[in-house]
T-cell receptor, first 114, second 117 residues
Framework: AQSVAQPEDQVNVAEGNPLTVKCTYS??????LFWYVQYPNRGLQFLLK??????LVKGSYGFEAEFNKSQTSFHLKKPSALVSDSALYFC????????????FGKGTMLLVSP | GAVVSQHPSRVICKSGTSVKIECRSL??????MFWYRQFPKQSLMLMAT?????????EQGVEKDKFLINHASLTLSTLTVTSAHPEDSSFYIC?????????????FGPGTRLTVT
């Protein structure tokens, strides 16, 4: 079985400061890892993914994430937070077979204060 | 990126009636579509997976006779909530993926807010 842990229900950061949203995963074999963002009453927007290759993945809106196999982590980061980054962030994992399904973490609310 | 649309975005229905939600992939062919349910401040729970032209595969605990899923074409899937009850009120999100080309992303629709009165 595969699982995702997002240990923080909420992350608070001041605008302009760096932010980190944590994610650890468990999956048999090689993982495909994703980050999505959800704004109120909206669907999920894709931010970035790790499939293979460089462990540092750059995505939309200045976000990046680092795949760490030994720590089974895929933390989301941004060097300088914006108030508009405030939203619900989901980490997701699936096995690297074509028909595997995504498993989501519980989500982390990011609040960026002015 | 690819676009997935859902219709309607919001629906209010009376208890005992049925509601159909449509999910369309607008600029790609979705060999596989997924239906999720999300409760307030909670994560997405996968309800079922459907492959085009095949019967849907339901997750444990999801009533297949209550949540009817049809994936008749590569661009359209529908979820029908039959004999809806207030406990079915939720945010339903569809998602689509083209597995033929080894694509990895799963694209999500904007969601449908169902309220059963």
């Amino acid at each position: 079985a595969q699982s995702v842990a997002q240990p923080e229900d909420q992350v608070n950061v001041a605008e302009g400061n760096p932010l980190t949203v944590k994610c650890t995963y468990s999956v048999s074999g090689n993982p495909y890892l994703f980050w999505y963002v959800q704004y109120p009453n909206r669907g999920l927007q894709f931010l970035l993914k790790y499939i293979t290759g460089d462990n540092l993945v750059k995505g939309s809106y200045g976000f990046e994430a680092e795949f760490n196999k030994s720590q089974t982590s895929f933390h989301l980061k941004k060097p300088s937070a914006l108030v508009s980054d405030s939203a619900l962030y989901f980490c997701a994992v699936r096995h690297n077979s074509g028909y595997s399904t995504l498993t989501f973490g519980k989500g982390t609310m990011l609040l960026v204060s002015p | 990126g690819a676009v997935v649309s859902q219709h309607p975005s919001r629906v209010i229905c009376k208890s005992g009636t049925s509601v159909k939600i449509e999910c369309r992939s607008l600029d790609f062919q979705a060999t596989t579509m997924f239906w999720y349910r999300q409760f307030p401040k909670q994560s997405l729970m996968l309800m079922a997976t459907s492959n085009e032209g095949s019967k849907a595969t339901y997750e444990q605990g999801v009533e297949k006779d209550k949540f009817l899923i049809n994936h008749a074409s590569l661009t359209l899937s529908t979820l029908t909530v039959t004999s809806a009850h207030p406990e079915d009120s939720s945010f339903y999100i569809c998602s689509a993926r083209d597995t033929r080309q080894g694509a990895h992303e799963q694209y999500f629709g904007p969601g449908t807010r169902l309220t059963v009165t």
